[in-house]
């Protein structure tokens, strides 16, 4: 009891003399740093966007797991959030959609495409998840970290 009461008190004495606590780092627009972004990127159904994404899963699942695997289509493709982690990170913009394969089912794809995130940082990048086939799960299970 005394030592609920004595916790009690600190965090109330904290309160008091503090205020609220203080942010860990400093909010600043990505726009406005001395290397600022643009926030200039493809939309989701932009065909170097899908093209890139269906280049990169075929050669992974030809180098790495010999599946045959294959793209061949795309459906339902939407935007599922835009910098949805805060102003003062890299831009981003978060999309979904349904990937036809080549063995005829339709599997959800989640990805990002990033500001600067391309090849030693130049142009837009691709971050790319398709849930069933993410079998190391980099991504969590379910593509979660792919996504906002």
């Not at 600190?10 to 609220?20: F, H, N, P, Q, T």
């Not at 599946?67 to 981003?92: C, M, T």
């Amino acid at each position: 009891m005394v030592r609920k009461t004595a916790a009690i008190l600190a965090s109330g004495a904290m309160l008091l003399v503090g205020g609220a606590p203080a942010s860990a780092r400093p909010l600043t627009p990505a726009e406005e740093r001395s290397q600022p972004y643009k926030s200039v990127l493809p939309l989701c159904a932009d065909p170097a966007v899908l093209s890139k994404i269906a280049s990169r899963f075929l050669d992974r699942e030809d180098e790495y797991w010999s599946s045959g695997l294959q793209i061949v289509a795309y459906e339902k493709v939407r935007e599922s959030g835009f910098r949805s982690n805060g102003l003062d990170y890299i831009p981003r913009r978060y999309c979904q959609a349904g990937a036809v394969m080549n063995d005829g089912k339709v599997r959800r794809l989640a990805y990002s495409i990033g500001e600067n995130a391309g090849i030693i940082g130049w142009s837009w990048g691709v971050e790319w998840c398709i849930v069933g086939l993410d079998r190391n799960l980099a991504h969590g299970s379910g593509c979660k970290a792919a996504g906002p």
